[in-house]
């Protein structure tokens, strides 16, 4: 079973509007951690956010913020007021417990319109 | 955060023959990665490379087909040994500080095996 689930391949978002990039996520464990990355066309890894699982509150960062759901293991990124720079590939991730190795969903490609 | 340099960038090979790539970190590091992304994919972590000792290798992947060093805490190198165009794929080095740390990559190498 997949451990990071983004349901959503591709998404067409118009610029300036704000976006919701889903992702839920399967554990066992108490302790995890949940991390958001952005690849654009370049290929770079770009660390976006991340949420802890005893967060009580959701980060943020600038215009991201994560909208995190412990009971549903969602964790979906917010991006507000969106630009065209924002077109990229973007990853939900996870680090389970006392794991080092964080493992990434299938990726939502994000398309924005002028 | 850390400065990963990749090398080589990019690079076109035959197969049968094998590539190492290097990953250099310009500060102490607790851990380091070896993702593979495969075109149009997600990233598939295939070991994390353990200083002083030999690699842990996720499923699917082993020690004959992708040997990895690690002789500190700032170097490592990954080889795709025997390659075979299925081998055509993005390799990344990561690295992370522990704890809530998130991983940052490396530029990535872009092989392609004709």
């Known amino acids: 079973a997949q451990k990071i689930t983004q349901t959503q391949p591709g998404m067409f978002v118009q610029e300036k509007e704000a976006v919701t990039l889903d992702c839920t996520y399967d554990?066992?464990?108490?302790?995890?951690?949940l991390f958001w990355y952005k690849q654009p066309s370049s290929g770079e890894m770009i660390f976006l956010i991340y949420q802890g699982s005893y967060d009580e509150q959701n980060a943020t960062e600038g215009r991201y913020s994560l909208n995190f759901q412990k009971a549903r293991k969602s964790a979906n990124l917010v991006i507000s007021a969106s630009q065209l720079g924002d077109s990229a590939m973007y990853f939900c991730?996870?680090?389970?417990?006392?794991?080092?190795?964080?493992?990434f969903g299938k990726g939502t490609r994000l398309h924005i319109l002028p | 955060s850390a400065v990963i340099s990749q090398k080589p960038s990019r690079d076109i090979c035959q197969r049968g023959t094998s590539l190492t790539i290097q990953c250099q970190v310009d500060s102490q590091v607790t851990m380091m990665f070896w993702y593979r992304q495969q075109p149009g994919q997600s990233l598939t972590l295939i070991a994390t490379?353990?200083?002083?000792?030999?690699?842990?290798?996720e499923s699917g992947f082993v020690i004959d087909k992708f040997p990895i060093s690690r002789p500190n805490l700032t170097f490592s190198t990954l080889t795709v040994s025997n390659m075979s165009p299925e081998d055509s794929s993005i390799y990344l080095c990561s690295v992370a500080e522990g704890g809530n740390s998130p991983l940052h990559f490396g530029n990535g190498t872009r092989l392609t095996v004709t």
């Open positions: 991730a996870m680090r389970e417990g006392q794991d080092d190795k964080i493992i």
């Open positions: 490379a353990n200083q002083g000792s030999e690699a842990t290798y």
């Open positions: 554990t066992s464990d108490q302790s995890y951690g």
